[in-house]
């Protein structure tokens, strides 16, 4: 049993505590396969799991200048979080880790098996996901006392469907955007860019686009993403912290140094953009050559599914506005269905989805509809944000509400609602 423990949290800290492995062994497979030499395959691995480590250091900057303003609203709200959504995660794994590994290891044998014996030939790459994905079904099975045995079927079938599917899907969206068919999206952003972007496709203007503004050589220093990101964290956090008075969590702020804190998180939030997309052009330029490899030789005509942060790096002053309306519209949206008690709990500011998820439904909608896609589709696709966590709620009340309401508003919230009824079913029939 003992063995079996550390089997399972070998495969957990594989996919999802060191991506860049998983990265750097995909890389070496597609060099092998084009018979490079030595040295090129040993330089192709470590670059493209550098790409992907950089690329993870800058998500965890970005992540951490944000999270602040989430705790702060959740003491405005008389503290919805009962515990930290990361305290939540970590006990839920604890006690059904065998579950999600056994879970996520079927349904990545399932994935490719799909992706060898059928037309849908989408590789699942996100690594991270690798792991949330079969989390969120897992959770689901859970709160309807599915059997283990079931849980685990369960949990491996929806995301082997879920990464094969989703992505491939989402090809056309993501050909718009790079311009090519090497590589697609693998992000739970999935549901909000189908909507994003197919809203642009009816209302958008690619004639003009997001890359295209014009400013005033004086403010020409907004076209830089990571200032313009920069200043508008630092504003988030001046409004935030004056317009509600516990302060921020942990952090013991007061009005005299909210100035300097506000100004370190947003120079913060900056630098990990800064990052975040130097690991992208790392990543890009070595994995997609390395990968050609796998879809000619080993499973032909394969195409790669990765992260959202890739995405970034086409269309920047795109992720800024999509950001910008997201985090402003789903914030009125989350205020007036609190106030007239709409979902279960009182929600809180989706601020990391508003950046990752609507930032990537705002690129996919500025690839179908320019500047105008762009704004309108994320206008829906924040407002339809809110309204897939809140219905979610319902689903993970006994497992993981708390996570969610950090991170839920996406593919996670969708499919765990779908599936809610379905496992009802399920959970009933075998008893």
Wanted: proline fraction near 4%; hydrophobic fraction near 55%.
């Amino acid at each position: 049993m003992e063995a079996f423990r550390t089997f399972i949290e070998a495969l957990y800290a594989f996919f999802d505590g060191f991506p860049p492995l998983l990265i750097g062994l995909i890389a070496v497979i597609g060099l092998i396969a084009q018979r490079k030499s030595v040295s090129e395959v040993i330089r192709g691995g470590i670059m493209a799991a550098f790409g992907m480590m950089i690329i993870m250091v800058g998500v965890n900057v970005l992540v951490g200048s944000i999270l602040p303003i989430n705790m702060l609203y959740d003491v405005a709200a008389g503290g919805e979080l009962d515990e930290d959504p990361g305290v939540v995660a970590a006990e839920f794994i604890a006690d059904h880790g065998a579950a999600i590994g056994l879970a996520m290891l079927l349904g990545f044998v399932l994935h490719i098996l799909i992706a060898l014996f059928t037309k849908v030939k989408t590789i699942f790459l996100t690594g991270h996901f690798l792991f949330w994905m079969p989390f969120i079904f897992v959770a689901v099975a859970v709160g309807v006392g599915m059997p283990e045995w079931a849980t685990i079927l369960w949990g491996g079938i929806l995301s082997a469907l879920y990464w094969s599917f989703m992505p491939y899907i989402l090809r056309p969206f993501s050909r718009a955007v790079i311009e090519s068919d090497d590589f697609t999206l693998g992000h739970p952003s999935a549901i909000l860019a189908l909507i994003s972007g197919g809203i642009a496709r009816l209302v958008g203007n690619k004639e003009k686009s997001t890359e295209d503004i014009e400013l005033p050589k004086s403010l020409g220093f907004f076209r830089e993403i990571s200032i313009m990101g920069a200043i508008i964290i630092f504003v988030t956090y001046i409004v935030s912290g004056l317009t509600i008075g516990d302060g921020f969590r942990g952090e013991g702020i007061t009005e005299v140094a909210l100035f300097p804190y506000a100004l370190e998180q947003g120079l913060t939030f900056g630098i990990g953009i800064i990052i975040l997309l130097q690991g992208v052009r790392i990543f890009v330029n070595e994995i997609v050559p390395a990968f050609e490899g796998i879809s000619t030789r080993i499973i032909k005509d394969a195409q790669p599914a990765y992260d959202a942060p890739i995405f970034f790096n086409y269309k920047p002053n795109a992720v800024i506005i999509g950001f910008i309306i997201a985090f402003i519209t789903s914030t009125i949206a989350i205020v007036i269905f609190n106030n007239i008690g709409l979902f279960l709990v009182a929600m809180l500011p989706l601020v990391i989805p508003s950046f990752f998820e609507c930032g990537l439904a705002s690129v996919m909608a500025e690839g179908q509809g320019g500047l105008r896609g762009a704004i309108i589709g994320t206008f829906v696709a924040s407002i339809v944000m809110v309204l897939l966590l809140g219905v979610s709620l319902w689903i993970f009340q006994d497992t993981i509400i708390d996570w969610m309401l950090i991170f839920g508003g996406n593919d996670m919230s969708l499919w765990g609602s779908v599936t809610g009824g379905i496992a009802e079913f399920f959970a009933w029939i075998f008893g």
